[in-house]
């Protein structure tokens, strides 16, 4: 790619992709790139500030897989199709991409002086991309993900403040990157478009006097009022794989997982979960840690969530759904580097297609309480497994192998977990 298109490409961020009569398209898009070297020029100052050097690598490192991805994006054009218009078009161009930035990532290392001009910086930026892919002539490894019946959402969210992040008093106190709360310095938010990235926090007024919060991802675009959202996709893989990549490209601490399924109208006549059914699933998808005191779940104890499952109505393009968001799930390294997510989403998957969770408040004292000194259940994990595997076949997109392997995987998270427990 040539240096001019990726300052466009890169200063206008997904602006570049309007639709619209070619000159106009144009006149806009040099506008918005005047603009962003004007703004960067003015605010040249804050490279002074400590923060700088915790920010400045995340807009380098967010440049170089932005322009990854566009590369790979314009390999993989013919293949969009495959992927359904229901379900984010950028996605497979952004995982491949994060993948090849998080396995080489010393390939796209720049040494820029404190000052240098923001196109400058594309430039230099684009240089290491185009090195990169003319050595491997952009051929990436391709990933091939399963894909179910059922749309799924995930959202990720990054804090080095932990749980108090989203608190409107929250401080940067003790946080080199000041509670995240100095991104729109560097216009954060409009360059990780492809991550679906906002900032977000208890009270949304804490956004207009940037007092920070937690980063979160979509990958798709975020829920705004008055406008439809949109599933990232039918795969729990893809999605699984996303969670993976963002926790290794993201400087920041990662804390949560939100994953979202749509659910059709047999849900309302399936049968209610119980709080032994409810205790298996955490027993396989909890964060359990240990310390002097005993062991305690981590999510369900920090206080700061509403319910583990909520059911709400989204408005999607196609019109309006009813989805099951799960909140309970920690996002760490250590359940990346044991690849927990892919067999926990398809554990949701099942459970989703098995329960009925609208009254699930019953049981939330009942649950936290549990959280705070937790025991095996007693529950056969057999018959448990046999209704996990029931779930998986109401989904007849996924293939039989597929499924009985995410059983092995489901019963291995399980034993893992009692084990913490009874040790």
């Given amino acids: 790619m040539n240096n001019k298109t990726a300052l466009y490409y890169i200063l206008s961020g997904a602006s570049y992709y309007q639709t619209m009569n070619r000159e ?20 040249r100052y804050v490279r002074r500030e400590p923060w700088h050097e915790r920010y400045f690598p995340i807009l380098i490192a967010v440049f170089s897989m932005n322009l990854l991805a566009r590369r790979i994006e314009r390999k993989l054009f013919h293949s969009y199709s495959a992927y359904g218009d229901k379900y984010s078009k950028f996605a497979p161009a952004t995982i491949l991409a994060l993948i090849e930035y998080n396995k080489h990532q010393d390939q796209f290392i720049v040494d820029v002086e404190p000052f240098v001009f923001i196109k400058d910086l594309v430039y230099e930026v684009n240089g290491k991309v185009n090195s990169y892919c003319c050595g491997k002539g952009c051929e990436v490894e391709t990933e091939t ?9 995930i959202e990720l969210e990054f804090s080095n403040k932990g749980h108090s992040a989203g608190n409107f008093f929250a401080t940067g106190k003790d946080d ?12 954060l938010m409009k360059f990780m478009w492809r991550l679906g990235a906002y900032v977000d926090s208890d009270t949304p007024f804490k956004q207009f006097i940037r007092k920070g919060g937690f ?23 893809l999605a699984s794989r996303m969670v993976e990549e963002s926790v290794r490209f993201t400087a920041v601490r990662p804390h949560s997982l939100h994953i979202t399924f749509q659910l059709d109208e047999r849900s309302k006549k399936l049968p209610k979960v119980s709080f032994i059914e409810i205790l298996f699933l955490m027993m396989c998808t909890g964060h359990f840690v240990r310390d002097e005191a005993g062991v305690t779940e981590t999510r369900l104890t920090e206080g700061n969530m509403k319910e583990w499952a909520t059911i709400r109505d989204r408005r999607n393009v196609g019109g309006w759904v009813i989805t099951i968001e799960f909140t309970h799930m920690r996002v760490n390294r250590e359940f990346v580097d044991r690849k927990i997510y892919e067999p926990s989403m398809l554990l949701l998957l099942a459970y989703k297609n098995l329960f009925n969770f609208s009254d699930i408040d019953i049981y939330s004292i009942k649950l936290v309480k549990w959280a705070e000194n937790p025991y095996v259940p007693e529950v056969d994990v057999d018959i448990m497994l046999e209704k996990v595997k029931a779930g998986l076949d109401v989904d007849v997109a996924l293939p039989e192998g597929y499924k009985q392997e995410a059983i092995k995987q489901i019963r291995g998270l399980y034993n893992y977990n009692k084990e913490l427990l009874i040790n």
């Fill in 215 to 237: 980063l979160e991802y979509t990958f798709t675009k975020p829920d705004v009022a008055f406008k439809p959202s949109e599933p990232l996709t039918s795969s729990p893989g």
């Fill in 176 to 187: 080199e990157l000041e509670n995240f709360s100095k991104y729109h310095y560097y216009h």
């Fill in 24 to 43: 106009e398209r144009a006149v806009m898009l040099r506008r918005q790139v005047d603009k962003e070297i004007e703004y960067f020029f003015e605010k």
């Fill in 145 to 153: 993900f399963v894909h179910s019946n059922t749309p799924i959402g």
